[in-house]
């Protein structure tokens, strides 16, 4: 690969992360339409890096090409919300459970490391935000992949996953949530060390109902539009 090539895609690749963090994190709100001009001025971007990497956004299930309403960032209704959260509830109480089977020593030493760092994170934010970064930094990414099932981690790491993170992360700005949230992901990490798959599998499943409450809450009383 000759150097252009190489730096044409460095280009477009931090174009995409750049989008992409700005859709988790409510920068470019769930509906928005977007054009390329705006873009490449609001973020200091090119046309080819933004374009490539409005295509992989578009594949993730974060952007809408619609026939002549352009490019939106993806929403989802409140009902639909809902019932992702019902899946997540379900799926990801099996992943708990089957992490806790299948993890190894050294993966939960990991998971732990991680949480101590996430602790740092939400320390320097002053308590007000926990935002995970995608892959292994994320907790849950950790907690799918630590399942050893195939099938099950394809499901909950595509584009639920993506689209689910856009969510998470504006909860996780609510006021007590950041530390409430570390405090149970470090429960389910604790059930996963001591080989607790039934424990382990309940905490999840409880700790993403009480995030589906809360959202529910949120709506209700207008502090959260969908």
Same mark, same amino acid.
Request: aromatic share 6%.
């Given at each position: 690969?000759?150097?252009?090539?190489? @730096?044409?895609?460095?280009?477009?690749?931090?174009?995409?992360?750049?989008?992409?963090?700005? $859709?988790?994190?409510?920068?470019?709100?769930? #509906?928005?339409?977007?054009? &390329?001009?705006?873009?490449? *001025?609001?973020?200091?971007?090119?046309?080819?890096?933004?374009?490539?990497?409005? #295509?992989?956004?578009?594949?993730?299930?974060?952007?809408? /090409?619609?026939?002549?309403?352009?490019?939106?960032?993806?929403?989802?209704?409140?009902?639909?919300?809902?019932?992702?959260?019902?899946? /997540?509830?379900?799926? &990801?109480?099996?992943?708990? +459970? @089957?992490?806790?089977? +299948?993890?190894?020593?050294?993966?939960?030493?990991?998971?732990?490391?991680?949480?101590?760092?996430?602790?740092?994170?939400?320390?320097?934010?002053?308590?007000?935000?926990?935002?995970?970064?995608?892959?292994?930094?994320?907790?849950?990414?950790?907690?799918?992949?630590? *399942? /050893?099932?195939?099938?099950?981690? @394809?499901?909950?790491?595509?584009?639920?996953?993506?689209?689910?993170?856009?969510?998470?992360?504006?909860?996780?700005? *609510?006021?007590?949530?950041?530390?409430?949230?570390?405090?149970?992901?470090? +429960? $389910?990490?604790?059930?996963?060390? @001591?080989?607790?798959? &039934?424990?382990?599998?309940?905490?999840?499943?409880?700790? $993403?109902?009480?995030? +589906?409450?809360?959202? &529910?809450?949120?709506?209700?009383?207008? *502090?959260?539009? $969908?």
């Amino acid at each position: 690969m000759s150097e252009a090539a190489i @730096q044409t895609y460095t280009r477009a690749d931090e174009a995409f992360d750049c989008l992409q963090t700005a $859709i988790v994190k409510g920068d470019l709100v769930p #509906g928005e339409k977007i054009g &390329e001009v705006e873009l490449c *001025s609001r973020f200091n971007l090119t046309r080819g890096p933004l374009r490539e990497a409005l #295509g992989r956004l578009e594949s993730r299930g974060l952007l809408v /090409r619609r026939p002549h309403a352009g490019v939106k960032v993806v929403s989802v209704s409140a009902d639909e919300l809902m019932e992702l959260y019902r899946i /997540r509830e379900t799926m &990801e109480g099996l992943a708990a +459970r @089957q992490a806790a089977e +299948r993890m190894t020593d050294e993966e939960i030493a990991d998971l732990h490391a991680t949480l101590d760092a996430h602790e740092q994170m939400i320390e320097q934010a002053q308590g007000q935000a926990y935002y995970q970064a995608e892959g292994d930094y994320d907790f849950h990414h950790r907690i799918a992949t630590g *399942s /050893r099932n195939t099938k099950l981690a @394809q499901m909950l790491l595509g584009d639920l996953y993506y689209m689910v993170r856009m969510y998470r992360y504006r909860l996780s700005t *609510s006021s007590g949530r950041p530390h409430m949230a570390l405090g149970e992901h470090r +429960r $389910i990490a604790e059930a996963i060390a @001591q080989r607790d798959g &039934e424990l382990a599998e309940f905490l999840m499943k409880r700790h $993403i109902n009480a995030a +589906r409450k809360n959202i &529910e809450t949120k709506i209700h009383n207008g *502090s959260l539009t $969908i």
